[in-house]
C-alpha cells in the first residue's frame, strides 16, 4: 500500500460522510421476476439530454435482473421513510419478496413503482459502466412522477447503520 494512502481512504471515508447523499431505491423486473434495492452511489450526469447514472453492487440480487433489462426505476424517498429504505436496504431479494412487503404498482416497461415513493423516474438503460465493485447504470429518463417542493429528502446519515442484506 502506497505512503499515505491508509490515511487517504479514512480522509475519503469522511469526506463521503460529510456530504451526506441522498439514498434512493431502484426497482427492476425481469419477466416474472421483481427486484430492488437501496442504493447510495447515483446522480445526474448530463443536463441535455437529461441523463442520470445509478450504481448496483455486483453482489446485489437486484444487480442480477438489472444487468439484463432494459428500464430501472428510480425512487426518492422522504426523510421519515426510514422502513421503505430498511426493506429495501437491509433484506435481500434472494430471501424475500420485498413487494409482498409494500404497496406498489406496475408501470412504465412494467417496472414496480412503489407507491409510497416522494418522487420516481423511469429510464431507458443507455450503457453500463464497471466501477469496480459496483456496475454503473447510465439511464434516459422516460416517465416519472415528481416529488412535492417541500421534500426532504431521506439522506445517508439516516441508513448509515443499517446492516446490509448483502455486503457491497
Request: aromatic share 8%; glycine share 8%.
Amino acid at each position: 500500500m502506497p505512503e499515505g494512502s491508509a490515511h487517504a481512504g479514512s480522509v475519503f471515508d469522511a469526506f463521503v460522510a460529510g456530504a451526506d447523499y441522498p439514498v434512493l431505491v431502484v426497482t427492476t423486473r425481469k419477466g416474472p421476476l421483481r427486484a430492488g434495492c437501496l442504493v447510495g452511489f447515483a446522480t445526474q450526469v448530463s443536463i441535455d439530454p437529461p441523463r442520470f447514472l445509478v450504481a448496483l453492487s455486483k453482489k446485489n440480487h437486484t444487480y442480477t435482473l438489472a444487468r439484463e433489462a432494459h428500464h430501472l426505476a428510480v425512487h426518492l424517498l422522504d426523510s421519515r421513510q426510514t422502513s421503505l429504505a430498511t426493506l429495501f436496504g437491509a433484506e435481500t431479494g434472494d430471501d424475500i419478496d420485498k413487494f409482498a412487503h409494500c404497496d406498489w404498482h406496475p408501470g412504465p416497461a412494467t417496472l414496480p413503482i412503489l407507491d409510497a415513493a416522494a418522487g420516481w423516474f423511469c429510464g431507458r438503460i443507455l450503457d453500463k459502466h464497471d466501477l469496480g465493485d459496483h456496475v454503473g447504470f447510465v439511464l434516459a429518463p422516460e416517465a416519472g412522477s415528481a416529488p412535492a417542493p417541500d421534500i426532504t429528502a431521506l439522506r445517508y446519515d439516516r441508513v448509515a447503520a443499517l446492516e446490509p442484506g448483502h455486503e457491497a
